[in-house]
């Protein structure tokens, strides 16, 4: 007996070593199959979201007959869009608050723009329950689409519409640490609730000034003014580390070769140092600065700010130039350094910046969709704050800070002082037409506390004046709005 | 009413493959007997009749157009016919590699009918001659011994044809891949593998002494660099892959196999760096969106395709694998998983498995060396493409434009997979047969068995003799084997024999 089970054992080891070979290449293979369909399966759950919301899959038409177009949502809760279906099963977008959130949420339409159009998939999909969308499916209902809820805040969305009133212009709150988009406004709107009859009359008004579909916040190019002055003055910080050595004496003008630089309303700002023409925003002095930097290291400082490239954003965008290379003479530089000449930027490239500067340099991609969940409010996808970059080093920014933080105190922004948060900004009157005593306002700046954190607050008034009087108050609603929620 | 039937088929079509698949896998438990394995194929068999029933269903109603029934009609007597021939005249073949491949090419002309009517008809009409033709097969690989004899024949054969769509092959998507005659293109490195196959198998079964692993390996070089250079990345990579694993079990040689893997990773390094068509793949793998306008057009759409089609399936007729560029050849799994749902590509999936299982089981199974090593080859390059092909259209792997066996719209390749299928049932009829004999013989077995017995100990020795020299092992086990068998079978063993004494 014992003789046959070792003879046994021999031969099935014989057996099994002579097929060892084969039984190795059956596992690998089969290994390889395997970890096929754990990808296919990972794919699946984890990373088809981003192949289904790419605006290049055209299946949308197909989901939108099984799917009730999802509502969008602001971070308090508030349903800012959302599909109404009547009696004979006719569906009807509704829009609750009208052209408050028209460039935010966008329209659904003749067409797609904001959060309806990059958000298009998410709403059109639906993750109800899977036996619900089997009963669905089979008495022939649609089913209800994913909610997309922002990073849009209703109370600061509102005082910001509020404040900027009947002025064209343009209105961005950021959230510095995240990149969040707490408001976004952009006037002459329109109420996308009946953008549908009204569309022939808008497209017909081909006055691009007037068009009310552009959302100027990020397609909007202005002349930067003297809030540009942040940029030449880190190019000054960066060429000349004895910077708070520098001392100019403001007699109220300039002569160039072709032209002369005044200070705003011509006020003469005497003997000032670095700080304190940023402070005042004095133009002969930032002149008198533009002509010392060097005009390459200038330009790739702006081209590493984001200028002449595209920005980290879901909306459509226009991007922000300037033009200064060698050959570009003193009146060029000049009006560079104080945001005037050739110079362009949009609202939200001015916010991005200011945002960096608040974030010790770091710029956070600005993004507008917080989470998608579907229509019973269990989570299905989650948008983190994701990191663009270092715009400038953490020192630089702090530099930057305390010259802002002296705008606020002792300059042009001093309708901010003495407030319960910590202010700090540059304002900006950015001539806009050969009549001088025409100008676009402008402030860009943030401010923090203790427990809420910073914000960062960018606008624009179309033809306001000064930004110091009109645009700093408007400034100061949406920060007291925040800080007093 | 349409939406409906549409929306339940889905989930219908499912439970069906999914059935059919438990069954592929239930079947090959080893405690199960004859009688219920004959079972389980019958409900597989019934189970594909009701799918392609359900589906065509389904694509009536949806296009409402007559000669849909038709073409269905003439289908289901197709599979009848296929599987009424195999079961008359070859009822020893493995039931499941029938059922598979009518399964197969079930789910084939479903996606093709809906992609396009007139390619799923082209398709139809190849597949009955492709049919006719291989229903011989397996009954010629189990009678023509002659074939391990071809050595060099074979290896002539492959690179002449190789070479001369190298030169004058139509350039079709950057590789040359075809030729056209008489109005039919075809596409040879879908038949070479096979005749290559054949030729390593026989190469290794007259000896895996060095000399005769660097001929062979020699020549397999020649097959891969001529496919490298006509482009067909696939195609060459699949004649590596089925080279090296031939090259190790008949060598037995690990570190063959590990310093050919090494070679061939350094070889894509090198073809990376060399070839643009090589790059733009591996570019368009790693970000296909970021280079949609061109590259990652295709792999992007096909991503589109799985991903919006979850994993229930936008159902029959519903999406838009039509905007996959190369749907019906290479991207055909894609458009499966859009619309019939990615449980069903999971399912597809494990039946492909299931036939790779069952081509390695009569390997494995296999007494002669030769056969061994041919379904070992032919399994190998039938497992490989299925990997290159879906793992291709996930995203798995890069994008190498290969055809999905049975599945894929293409004459050629549906015809070569065909021949290996039918060699594979051809193996499984030897091998039944054999049983058969062997058992028949009775005391012969016994007075075997005896023998065995007496020379336990001389097997010991042998076992030791093995572990330092296998290869001459094997040339005593076989002539062992031919021995014992002694006269009493056929002229294989005759053969067998001389071969063995054509060593000495």
Same mark, same amino acid.
């Given at each position: 007996?014992?003789?046959?089970?070792?003879?046994?054992?021999?031969?099935?080891?014989?057996?099994?070593?002579?097929?060892?070979?084969?039984?190795?290449?059956?596992?690998?293979? *089969?290994?390889?199959?395997?970890?096929?369909?754990?990808?296919?399966?990972?794919?699946?759950?984890?990373?088809?979201?981003?192949?289904?919301?790419?605006?290049?899959?055209?299946?949308?038409?197909?989901?939108?007959?099984?799917?009730?177009?999802?509502?969008?949502?602001?971070?308090?809760?508030?349903?800012?869009?959302?599909?109404?279906?009547?009696?004979?099963?006719?569906?009807?977008?509704?829009?609750?608050?009208?052209?408050?959130?028209?460039?935010?949420?966008?329209?659904? +339409?003749?067409?797609?723009?904001?959060?309806? +159009?990059?958000?298009?998939?998410?709403?059109?999909?639906?993750?109800?329950?899977?036996?619900?969308? *089997?009963?669905?499916?089979?008495?022939?209902?649609?089913?209800?689409?994913?909610?997309?809820?922002? =990073?849009?805040?209703?109370?600061?969305?509102?005082?910001?519409?509020?404040?900027?009133?009947?002025?064209?212009?343009?209105?961005?709150?950021?959230?510095?640490?995240?990149?969040?988009?707490?408001?976004?406004?952009?006037?002459?709107?329109?109420?996308?609730?009946?953008?549908?009859?009204?569309?022939?009359?808008?497209?017909?008004? =081909?006055?691009?000034?007037?068009?009310?579909?552009?959302?100027?916040?990020?397609?909007?190019?202005?002349?930067?003014?003297?809030?540009?002055?942040?940029?030449?003055?880190?190019?000054?910080?960066?060429?000349?580390?004895?910077?708070?050595?520098?001392?100019?004496?403001?007699?109220?003008?300039?002569?160039?070769?072709?032209?002369?630089?005044?200070?705003?309303?011509?006020? *003469?700002?005497?003997?000032?140092?670095?700080?304190?023409?940023?402070?005042?925003?004095?133009?002969?002095?930032?002149?008198?600065?533009?002509?010392?930097?060097?005009?390459?290291?200038?330009? +790739?400082?702006?081209?590493?700010?984001?200028?002449?490239?595209?920005?980290?954003?879901?909306?459509?965008?226009?991007?922000?130039s300037f033009v200064l290379d060698q050959k570009s003479n003193t009146d060029q530089v000049t009006q560079m350094a104080i945001g005037q000449g050739e110079t362009l930027v949009t609202p939200m490239h001015m916010a991005m910046i200011t945002a960096a500067i608040a974030n010790q340099g770091t710029l956070m991609k600005p993004y507008v969709v917080d989470h998608t969940e579907n229509y019973q409010g269990v989570t299905v996808k989650e948008y983190k704050p994701s990191t663009y970059g270092s715009l400038i080093s953490a020192e630089e920014a702090g530099k930057l800070q305390e010259l802002m933080s002296l705008v606020v105190s002792e300059g042009t922004g001093s309708k901010l002082s003495g407030q319960s948060y910590q202010a700090a900004g540059k304002t900006g009157s950015a001539e806009f037409s050969s009549n001088k005593s025409e100008s676009h306002a402008w402030f860009t700046g943030y401010a923090s506390t203790e427990e809420k954190g910073t914000i960062a607050v960018t606008v624009i008034v179309e033809n306001g004046g000064a930004g110091s009087t009109t645009a700093v108050p408007i400034a100061k609603q949406v920060f007291d709005t925040y800080f007093s929620l | 009413m349409v939406h409906l039937i549409t929306e339940l088929s889905k989930y219908t079509m499912i439970i069906l493959f999914a059935l059919y698949t438990y069954q592929c896998f239930a079947a090959l438990k080893r405690s199960i007997d004859k009688e219920e394995q004959a079972e389980k194929y019958k409900s597989q068999v019934v189970y594909m009749y009701l799918f392609h029933m359900n589906a065509y269903g389904v694509l009536v109603l949806s296009v409402r157009d007559i000669k849909l029934i038709k073409f269905y009609l003439m289908q289901v007597v197709f599979f009848a016919a296929v599987q009424l021939c195999y079961s008359i005249f070859y009822k020893r073949v493995s039931r499941l590699v029938v059922n598979n491949m009518c399964m197969l090419m079930c789910i084939g002309f479903v996606m093709l009918t809906r992609l396009s009517y007139e390619h799923a008809m082209k398709q139809f009409q190849i597949a009955v001659i492709s049919m006719a033709l291989t229903l011989l097969i397996p009954f010629l690989i189990s009678r023509w011994k002659f074939v391990r004899g071809l050595t060099w024949l074979y290896a002539l054969a492959g690179i002449t044809m190789l070479g001369v769509v190298a030169v004058l092959g139509a350039v079709s998507h950057g590789a040359k891949l075809s030729f056209s005659v008489a109005g039919i293109t075809v596409q040879p490195s879908e038949f070479i593998k096979i005749i290559f196959v054949f030729f390593v198998a026989s190469m290794f079964y007259e000896s895996t002494e060095f000399m005769q692993v660097v001929k062979t390996t020699i020549i397999a070089g020649l097959h891969v660099v001529i496919l490298v250079i006509s482009k067909d990345l696939g195609a060459g990579l699949i004649f590596f892959i089925a080279y090296m694993v031939m090259l190790y079990v008949a060598t037995r040689k690990l570190y063959y196999f590990a310093g050919g893997l090494v070679c061939g990773a350094l070889a894509s390094v090198v073809a990376y760096h060399l070839f643009h068509h090589v790059r733009v793949r591996v570019v368009a793998w790693q970000d296909p969106l970021a280079v949609f306008e061109n590259a990652g057009n295709q792999i992007s759409n096909s991503l589109f395709a799985i991903g919006t089609g979850g994993w229930f399936g936008m159902g029959l007729n519903q999406g838009m694998p039509y905007k996959i560029p190369e749907v019906k050849q290479d991207f055909i799994f894609s458009a499966v998983s859009e619309e019939l749902g990615g449980i069903f590509a999971i399912c597809l999936i494990l039946v492909c498995v299931s036939c790779f299982l069952m081509f390695l089981n009569i390997a494995m199974q296999m007494k002669d060396f030769f056969y061994k090593l041919v379904a070992l080859g032919l399994g190998t390059i039938y497992g490989f493409q299925i990997l290159l092909s879906i793992g291709g259209d996930i995203k798995f792997i890069p994008s190498t434009g290969v055809t999905l066996p049975l599945v894929s719209y293409g004459g050629s390749s549906l015809l070569s997979t065909l021949i290996i299928f039918s060699i594979i049932q051809g193996l499984y009829l030897m091998r039944e047969r054999t049983q058969e004999e062997a058992s028949g013989l009775g005391k012969n077995g016994k007075k075997r068995k005896i023998a065995k017995e007496e020379t336990s100990n001389g097997k010991r020795i042998r076992q030791k003799s093995f572990e330092k020299d296998p290869d001459n092992f094997r040339n005593e086990e076989r002539e062992k084997g031919a021995k014992q068998k002694g006269g009493s079978l056929s002229n294989e063993e005759n053969i067998h024999g001389t071969k063995v004494e054509d060593f000495d």
């Open positions: 007996m014992k003789k046959t089970s070792t003879e046994q054992k021999l031969r099935t080891s014989t057996r099994g070593g002579k097929n060892r070979e084969f039984v190795i290449i059956t596992y690998l293979f *089969v290994g390889a199959f395997i970890l096929m369909m754990g990808y296919f399966t990972y794919f699946q759950m984890f990373r088809s979201e981003d192949f289904i919301n790419s605006p290049y899959n055209t299946r949308q038409n197909t989901f939108a007959e099984h799917v009730i177009r999802g509502e969008i949502r602001s971070a308090d809760e508030k349903v800012l869009a959302q599909t109404i279906v009547g009696e004979d099963g006719s569906e009807t977008r509704y829009y609750p608050y009208g052209s408050m959130f028209a460039h935010a949420v966008g329209f659904d +339409s003749n067409g797609k723009s904001g959060i309806e +159009s990059f958000g298009n998939f998410s709403l059109l999909r639906s993750h109800a329950f899977f036996l619900e969308q *089997v009963l669905n499916g089979i008495r022939n209902q649609k089913n209800p689409g994913d909610n997309v809820v922002t =990073t849009l805040n209703y109370s600061i969305q509102e005082i910001a519409y509020q404040a900027l009133g009947e002025n064209r212009g343009a209105i961005v709150v950021l959230e510095p640490s995240t990149g969040k988009i707490l408001a976004m406004v952009s006037k002459p709107d329109f109420d996308p609730n009946s953008i549908g009859a009204e569309w022939d009359s808008i497209i017909s008004n =081909t006055d691009s000034e007037n068009s009310i579909l552009v959302n100027r916040v990020t397609q909007g190019l202005y002349p930067p003014g003297s809030t540009f002055k942040i940029l030449t003055t880190l190019e000054y910080i960066r060429e000349h580390p004895n910077y708070q050595e520098y001392s100019y004496e403001c007699t109220g003008s300039i002569s160039m070769e072709n032209t002369e630089i005044h200070c705003y309303n011509n006020a *003469v700002h005497g003997s000032e140092d670095l700080a304190h023409s940023f402070a005042k925003s004095c133009n002969t002095s930032y002149a008198n600065i533009g002509l010392e930097l060097d005009k390459g290291k200038f330009a +790739s400082l702006c081209n590493g700010l984001l200028f002449h490239k595209d920005l980290p954003v879901s909306y459509p965008f226009k991007q922000s | -």
